[in-house]
């Protein structure tokens, strides 16, 4: 099983990026990905997840308006689409899977994922 994370880099502020999750390994549509991120010095939060079953989405609060994850299911390749970055999105993005929880009704924590990709780095300056 792997997941590869790729598609960060520098951004200014109120800039967008595109992060990629490529999977490879498993049944990709059995599964609920995840993006998790982890700014310097602080704990890695999630931030949204969708399933590979139904579709569903969810997103915590803080990045609802601001980011949206699609899946292609056909690639194995989950997108977090980032607008409108702040200097506070800088963080390493990981996407990581699970099929032990569900993504409808709140996002899974990491202690339920399975497995991670390595993480692509997000600076977003002001």
């Known amino acids: 099983v792997q997941l590869q994370a790729y598609g960060g880099g520098l951004v200014q502020a109120g800039g967008s990026l595109r992060l990629s999750c490529a999977a490879s390994?498993?049944?990709?549509?059995?599964?609920?990905i995840g993006w998790f991120r982890q700014a310097p010095g602080k704990a890695r939060e999630g931030t949204s997840c969708?399933?590979?079953?139904?579709?569903?989405?969810y997103y915590t609060y803080s990045v609802k308006d601001q980011f949206t994850i699609s899946s292609d299911n056909a690639k194995s390749t989950v997108y977090l689409q980032m607008n409108n970055l702040k200097p506070e999105d800088t963080a390493v993005y990981y996407c990581?899977?699970?099929?032990?929880?569900?993504?409808?009704?709140?996002?899974?924590?990491?202690?339920?994922?399975?497995?991670w990709g390595q993480g692509t780095l997000v600076t977003v300056s002001s």
């Open positions: 990581a899977a699970t099929v032990k929880a569900s993504c409808v009704w709140s996002l899974p924590t990491m202690y339920q994922y399975d497995y």
């Open positions: 390994g498993f049944t990709f549509d059995d599964y609920v």
């Open positions: 969708i399933s590979g079953v139904d579709g569903s989405t």
